[in-house]
């Protein structure tokens, strides 16, 4: 049996072939999935928000793309993966609610979500090799550790591989 990993809302976990890391529901979230294809580890962060010096209850790391990315390699890193050949995919960060005023970015969360996780990817030399991103619909989506497939699942927008 191949170990599934629920991976929920401001959590991360990591897993070596053939486990499935799996998160439901990214809306304005952000999945954030990293992968060593050398050693089969794969690694998944559901981020919610951009930042964690931008709010004051900040304990949980998992919660921000800048704080989840380091926790998740350093985690990979203890199962055997090595920074300079992680790739990444990223997924989510939707416009969940269109009819709020488009013109304030600080209720653009979701686009907010996906360029700071590039910008952690960028600063880290991680490459994006995949993204599944924007829109106004929500994802859900399996990490498979041996292969490094990427599973993006949507209701209305059908099934695909990144």
Same mark, same amino acid.
């Given at each position: ?33 990293? $992968? ?8 998944? &962060? ?51 609610? &269109? ?23 960028? &600063? ?12 106004? $619909?929500?994802? &859900?989506?399996?990490? $498979? ?18």
């Amino acid at each position: 049996m191949i170990e599934r990993i629920k991976v929920g809302m401001a959590d991360f976990n990591v897993v070596k072939s053939p486990g499935i890391l799996v998160t439901l529901g990214l809306g304005s979230c952000v999945g954030i999935a990293l $992968y060593d294809a050398q050693v089969k580890v794969a690694g998944l &962060s559901h981020i919610m928000l951009p930042s964690s010096k931008q709010i004051k209850n900040n304990q949980n790391k998992a919660k921000f793309a800048d704080t989840a990315i380091l926790l998740l390699i350093e985690k990979m890193m203890t199962m055997g993966a090595q920074k300079d050949r992680i790739k990444a995919k990223i997924v989510g960060g939707a416009q969940m609610f &269109s009819s709020i005023n488009n013109k304030n970015s600080l209720l653009k969360i979701g686009e907010r979500n996906v360029n700071a996780a590039l910008e952690v990817l960028n &600063s880290l030399n991680i490459p994006v090799i995949g993204r599944d991103t924007g829109g106004n $619909y929500g994802r &859900s989506i399996e990490l $498979y550790a041996d292969t490094g497939i990427l599973l993006v699942k949507t209701i209305g927008h059908g099934i695909k591989e990144i």
